[in-house]
């Protein structure tokens, strides 16, 4: 019902706006023009709210230096207390920008040249970025994948682990193969950090993004959290992408001063004013907005699970338990990284993220973003359908 209320089916034309997604393809896939299904973010408006929020703010015409309210950190503790059950003390949130340079402020602040840190791919890959351009050092702890299912491989993770290894980035939820991890893995996950003195920092940017009935556990809600980092940020929630912001909640004191430092040595400015006023309209107004729009990806998962199944079923859709990016096999096709990519951008002029991208384990998948209008992304399924489909016409 609420549904009705908010048009998640409007087509808004993007060209012209200087968007990655539409008109930033070129660095990625060498040319314009592809079909967007690529970089995650939304192809809809934010809640009327925050539009309105914004309008006012810039209506008053003077934009000087400026600080984050405690209105702001409160709309940010209301959410994840109403959303997630979650209790967040003030005194635990220190400033970010965007969660990569939050991130990588992380990196910084606790880690040496020639350390090492852990990730598990295929994850999302700017990950590795952070690590490898500041001198740190990649140890994959790969995710395995049984019967249609991804997992951790925590006797992996237990062997990797050196004297070098310093900390763990986690992808909570988990960009790109979908999984929301349950309260027990994380609990094994943690106690394997904290008996071997590694920093935990958890990207829980997709956390909003979770179907039933799986349930999001924040890091943040396990007993013994003293040596983590939880990276919050409505970015992508509210579609919020180019006017980022975000929060690190550190419950030590000590984690909570070194990363503070570390924002001030950088002099990183975590105070853009429409990305302030953004995030506390979307936060303090946004519960509706976002139930429905959960419930329009719901719908478009199911949408995209019954077309594969029906026009493609040599793709094999790993349907996600949360995150609005469907993670598909293709290696049933039999085919090589380079055509499978070739056929994709050349001939079914789609941008997808390639799975080589993500790390090991990526070969032989493409991650499709469905958070675009039902329309938009029946048209982007036709396209793979005409190239991979059974009967080339659904
Ligand atoms: C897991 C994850 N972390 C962080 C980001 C990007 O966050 P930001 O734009 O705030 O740096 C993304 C965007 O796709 C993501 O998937």
Wanted: with cysteine; proline share 4%; aromatic share 10%.
């Amino acid at each position: 019902m609420e549904l009705k209320r908010y048009n998640f089916d409007e087509k808004i034309d993007r060209h012209g706006t200087n968007s990655v997604k539409w008109e930033g393809m070129t660095k990625m896939f060498g040319r314009e023009g592809l079909f967007p299904m690529w970089v995650a973010d939304m192809d809809f408006k934010v809640p009327q709210e925050v539009i309105n929020a914004i309008k006012a703010r810039a209506d008053h015409g003077i934009f000087g230096y400026t600080f984050r309210s405690e209105n702001f950190y409160n709309s940010i503790i209301g959410w994840m207390k109403r959303r997630h059950n979650l209790d967040i003390k003030r005194e635990w949130i220190v400033d970010g920008a965007g969660v990569v340079s939050a991130i990588t402020i992380a990196v910084l602040a606790y880690t040496n040249p020639g350390d090492e840190i852990i990730v598990q791919p295929p994850v999302y890959y700017p990950f590795f970025r952070v690590v490898k351009n500041n001198g740190r050092i990649i140890v994959n702890n790969p995710l395995r994948f049984e019967n249609g299912r991804y997992l951790m491989d925590f006797e992996d993770l237990k062997r990797k682990i050196s004297r070098r290894t310093k900390m763990m980035i986690l992808c909570n939820p988990h960009n790109p193969v979908g999984r929301v991890w349950t309260h027990d893995e994380l609990e094994t996950l943690l106690k394997i950090c904290n008996d071997n003195d590694l920093i935990l920092a958890s990207d829980e940017i997709h956390s909003d993004f979770i179907y039933a009935p799986n349930i999001h556990t924040s890091i943040l809600s396990l007993d013994s959290n003293r040596n983590t980092l939880t990276f919050l940020a409505p970015n992508k929630t509210f579609n919020l992408a180019g006017i980022p912001s975000s929060v690190v909640v550190i419950p030590e004191k000590r984690l909570r001063d070194e990363f503070q430092t570390m924002v001030e040595n950088l002099d990183i400015e975590t105070s853009n004013i429409f990305s302030m006023v953004a995030t506390q309209a979307a936060y303090t107004y946004g519960d509706k907005w976002f139930d429905a729009l959960l419930e329009y990806l719901t719908e478009n998962l199911n949408f995209l699970e019954s077309f594969i199944e029906e026009h493609i079923p040599k793709v094999n859709l790993i349907k996600p338990e949360g995150t609005y990016l469907a993670w598909l096999d293709f290696r049933k096709i039999g085919l090589s990284d380079e055509d499978i990519s070739r056929l994709i951008i050349d001939k079914a002029n789609l941008a997808l993220d390639d799975g080589n991208l993500f790390g090991i384990g990526g070969s032989g998948f493409q991650r499709m973003n469905i958070a675009m209008p039902r329309e938009l992304l029946l048209a982007g399924l036709k396209k793979l359908n005409d190239i991979f489909g059974d009967e080339k016409n659904a």
